[in-house]
């Protein structure tokens, strides 16, 4: 290749590095509980969006909180008074605790959104509030309140958060949706055969394996994900039946490990990894959607089987007499000794040749 050939690459590479952000339409959500009580602690989840390669969260706490910690990195977040700042490096949703006054009383949130082009964007609900009310003394009629749900996955592994808040009454059919799609769960739902009040579901999309599972099912997992309904293990078979979660699974996930869709299952554990009842009930472009019965919540996991790949015919041994139309010593210049390319290694080959190019332009 000429010199004015190396020129370009690296005047071109140069350029894609350097280019202006285009402007974006940044959204973010914020999800609150909706009461909690004096001096409780609490999780505040904030979803996000096209804010580019870096953004930023500010947010105003309300008179009389005070911030606990965050699932972001303790360097990616500054606390001034009640203004707390989020650094965002293409997460696509966090959670940070706060603790709640003594006073009673209803409090409002506010915050923005900033993107790499610093254009900025309100935290939506506008009206977002949390009201701090007494705890209740008794609790009769079997209805004490369910409460929120609470979560015992360490939060530094959890990739993406949802939440749902519904009022559970006996004889009633319940859906908690997460129409956000900040996880692979669409909805989770079942009747209730107890009145449990104001009821919180918290679904967490993981990193890696669960920190509350000793190990996984055999196969390729799709996402690990937590489900937590209400507080104090109240989804249990005395209060709810027929539970049912909807989630959904990427079609090109699918078509790259070449496996059927009729393979996937969500697997559920309790003491050990039971598989559930899956059945595929939609799907659109990009997903295929699924229902999947269970007998409780906590951790679950969304897997299908291995492939199973067939060994290479080794067809340089196959060679005969009779086959006239490739001579063997063609053959052999093609592949010899059976050696065959490894790949990736073309381009890890290329890279190096134009970074020492690079410095050798750069001391000329």
């Known amino acids: 290749m000429r010199r004015p050939e190396f020129k370009f690459i690296i005047i071109l590479l140069l350029a894609l590095t350097l280019y202006t952000a285009p402007a974006s339409a940044g959204s973010a959500n914020r999800a609150v509980p909706a009461t909690v009580i004096p001096s409780q602690e609490f999780q505040v989840t904030v979803n996000v969006a096209d804010y580019g390669v870096a953004g930023q969260v500010l947010e105003k706490l309300p008179a009389g909180f005070t911030f606990v910690k965050s699932s972001l990195p303790e360097r990616a977040v500054t606390v001034n008074g009640d203004k707390v700042s989020f650094l965002l490096m293409g997460e696509k949703s966090f959670t940070y605790t706060l603790k709640a006054p003594a006073s009673t009383g209803t409090y409002k949130f506010t915050g923005i959104l900033r993107d790499v082009n610093k254009a900025e964007f309100a935290i939506t609900p506008?009206?977002?509030?949390?009201?701090?009310?007494?705890?209740?003394?008794?609790?009769?009629?079997?209805?004490?309140?369910?409460?929120?749900?609470?979560?015992?996955?360490?939060?530094?592994?959890?990739?993406?958060?949802?939440?749902?808040?519904?009022?559970?009454?006996?004889?009633?059919?319940?859906?908690?949706?997460?129409?956000?799609?900040?996880?692979?769960?669409?909805?989770?739902?079942?009747?209730?055969?107890?009145?449990?009040?104001?009821?919180?579901?918290?679904?967490?999309?993981?990193?890696?394996?669960?920190?509350?599972?000793?190990?996984?099912?055999?196969?390729?997992?799709?996402?690990?994900?937590?489900?937590?309904?209400?507080?104090?293990?109240?989804?249990?078979?005395?209060?709810?039946?027929?539970?049912?979660?909807?989630?959904?699974?990427?079609?090109?996930?699918?078509?790259?490990?070449?496996?059927?869709?009729?393979?996937?299952?969500?697997?559920?554990?309790?003491?050990?990894?039971?598989?559930?009842?899956?059945?595929?009930?939609?799907?659109?472009?990009?997903y295929v959607f699924f229902d999947a019965k269970t007998s409780g919540f906590g951790c679950f996991t969304i897997v299908v089987p291995e492939k199973i790949i067939e060994p290479i015919e080794n067809t340089d041994s196959l060679t005969t007499e009779n086959d006239t139309n490739t001579p063997a010593n063609e053959t052999r210049k093609q592949n010899p000794r059976g050696w065959r390319p490894i790949p990736g290694f073309e381009s890890v080959i290329a890279i190096g040749v134009l970074g020492a190019v690079y410095l050798v332009l750069r001391r000329k």
């Open 126 to 286: 506008a009206d977002c509030s949390i009201t701090v009310i007494q705890p209740s003394k008794g609790g009769g009629g079997g209805g004490g309140g369910g409460g929120a749900g609470a979560s015992q996955e360490p939060q530094s592994n959890v990739e993406a958060k949802e939440l749902s808040q519904k009022t559970v009454t006996a004889g009633k059919h319940v859906k908690f949706e997460f129409p956000k799609g900040a996880t692979c769960v669409r909805y989770v739902e079942f009747d209730a055969k107890k009145t449990l009040g104001k009821v919180t579901t918290i679904v967490e999309m993981l990193k890696g394996q669960s920190k509350l599972v000793p190990s996984l099912p055999e196969g390729s997992v799709y996402k690990n994900i937590n489900i937590w309904v209400g507080s104090g293990g109240i989804a249990n078979s005395n209060n709810i039946e027929n539970a049912v979660v909807g989630f959904r699974v990427e079609k090109a996930w699918l078509e790259e490990r070449g496996v059927d869709e009729s393979s996937v299952a969500l697997w559920h554990y309790n003491k050990a990894w039971n598989k559930l009842e899956t059945k595929k009930v939609g799907e659109d472009n990009t």
